[in-house]
C-alpha cells in the first residue's frame, strides 16, 4: 500500500516567510510525528498527535512552530517568520497505534531559508 | 540524550555479515530497543526491535544481550544496497523516538 508521503519535496522560501509542510500519513494510522534532521545529525523529535490532538508538543523549538491535524489524518507543520536556522529536513512518520508499534516515516520535506 | 552509543562509522565487505554494536547501560526494564536506519536523501527506515529476546526479521537479526545494556543488529549478507546510517534506540517513555548520530555503515564491493 501507499507510504507517508509529505509535500512539497522542497520548498525554498525568505527570511521572515511564512511556509506550510504538509504530511499524509499511511492510511489507519492513528499516531503522527514530526520530526527535524539538520545536515549530519539524526532526527529530532518535534510533536506527535494522536488522532486529531497534540499528544506531546514538547519538541517544538519556539512558538513560531504549530501543527494541526484537524480530522485525524493529514496534518501540516507550520512555521512563522523562518529563520535560516529553519533550515533542514522536516520528517513525517505515522504508526498504527502507539507504542510499541513502529513508525514509519516519509521521505521528508528539505527547507531552505535564504 | 540519546541513552545509546554507537561507532562512528563501520565498514564491512559485500556479502559477509555486518555486525552493528550499540550500548545502552541505562536502559530500563520496559524499554525497547530498536533499530532503523537512513539511506541517504530517504527517511529513516524501520528494521527491527526487541525488549529481552533475540529477534529475527527478513531484513535482520537483533542480539540483545541478558542484562540489556548492550546490542548488536546483525545483517547476515550485507549487500552495496545496505549502505546507510543505522540508528539504536532505545524509546523514551513518552512514545517518541531519540536519535543518535548513529553508524554509517559502508558496505564495499
Known amino acids: 500500500g501507499a507510504g507517508v508521503s509529505q509535500t512539497p519535496s522542497n520548498k525554498v522560501t525568505e527570511k521572515g516567510k511564512y511556509v506550510e509542510l504538509r504530511c499524509d500519513p499511511i492510511?489507519?494510522?492513528?499516531?503522527l510525528y514530526w520530526y527535524r534532521q539538520s545536515l549530519g545529525q539524526g532526527p529530532e523529535f518535534l510533536i506527535y498527535?494522536?488522532?486529531?490532538?497534540?499528544?506531546?508538543d514538547s519538541g517544538l523549538p519556539n512558538d513560531r512552530f504549530f501543527a494541526v491535524r484537524p480530522e485525524g489524518s493529514v496534518s501540516t507543520l507550520k512555521i512563522q517568520r523562518t529563520e535560516r536556522g529553519d533550515s533542514a529536513v522536516y520528517l513525517c512518520?505515522?504508526?498504527?497505534?502507539?507504542?510499541?508499534?513502529?513508525?514509519?516515516f516519509g521521505p521528508g520535506t528539505r527547507l531552505t531559508v535564504l | 540524550d540519546a541513552k545509546t552509543t554507537q561507532p562512528t562509522s563501520m565498514d564491512c565487505a559485500e556479502g559477509r555479515a555486518a555486525n552493528l554494536p550499540c550500548n545502552h547501560s541505562?536502559?530500563?526494564?520496559?524499554?525497547?530497543v530498536y533499530w532503523y536506519r537512513q539511506i541517504h536523501s530517504q527517511g529513516p527506515q524501520y528494521i527491527i526491535h526487541?525488549?529481552?529476546n533475540n529477534e529475527t526479521n527478513e531484513m535482520a537479526s537483533l542480539i540483545i544481550t541478558e542484562d540489556r545494556k548492550s546490542s548488536t543488529l546483525i545483517l547476515p549478507h550485507a549487500t552495496l544496497r545496505d549502505t546507510a546510517v543505522y540508528y539504536c534506540?532505545?524509546?523514551?517513555?513518552?512514545?517518541?523516538?531519540?536519535f543518535g548520530k548513529g553508524t554509517r555503515l559502508s558496505v564495499i564491493a
Open positions: 541505562t536502559i530500563s526494564g520496559n524499554e525497547y
Open positions: 512518520a505515522s504508526s498504527l497505534n502507539l507504542t510499541p508499534d513502529t513508525q514509519y
Open positions: 534506540i532505545v524509546r523514551a517513555p513518552r512514545f517518541t523516538l531519540v
Open positions: 492510511s489507519g494510522h492513528t499516531a
Open positions: 498527535f494522536q488522532g486529531t490532538g497534540a499528544a506531546d
Open positions: 526487541g525488549l529481552k
